[in-house]
């Protein structure tokens, strides 16, 4: 299975960006996903998640102004960043958690980062 995100760019304060995360392979469901992201010089930080059943949590830094969803039909969740401000700035992760086969746990599967850049 592999994760590949997409979406990032440079930006101007106050504007918007929509990251993507596609899963793709063979025999596979998807649990829980989450974005994450790294500023320079900081720790991987949890930004949003949402499970299987579309309950969604979010980092008190981005709430209201982020929404994640997924589209269960095509293994890709979103990230949509309105409202974007300078200290969003970092490489964005996704995360999901995968169940192969017949197994009964899920694993941990991490996509490229994207960088998304808030700059005037």
């Known amino acids: 299975v592999q994760l590949q995100a997409s979406g990032g760019g440079l930006v101007q304060p106050g504007g918007s960006l929509r990251l993507s995360c596609a899963a793709s392979?063979?025999?596979?469901?998807?649990?829980?996903m989450r974005w994450y992201r790294q500023a320079p010089g900081k720790q991987r930080e949890l930004v949003a998640t949402i499970t299987s059943g579309a309950s969604t949590d979010y980092a008190d830094s981005v709430k209201g102004r982020f929404t994640i969803s997924r589209d269960n039909a095509k293994n890709t969740a979103y990230l949509q960043m309105n409202i974007l401000k300078p200290e969003d700035t970092a490489v964005y992760y996704c995360?999901?958690?995968?169940?192969?086969?017949?197994?009964?746990?899920?694993?941990?599967?991490w996509g490229k980062g994207t960088l998304v850049t808030v700059s005037s």
């Open positions: 995360y999901a958690g995968v169940v192969r086969g017949t197994s009964l746990s899920a694993l941990p599967y």
């Open positions: 392979g063979s025999r596979f469901k998807i649990n829980e």
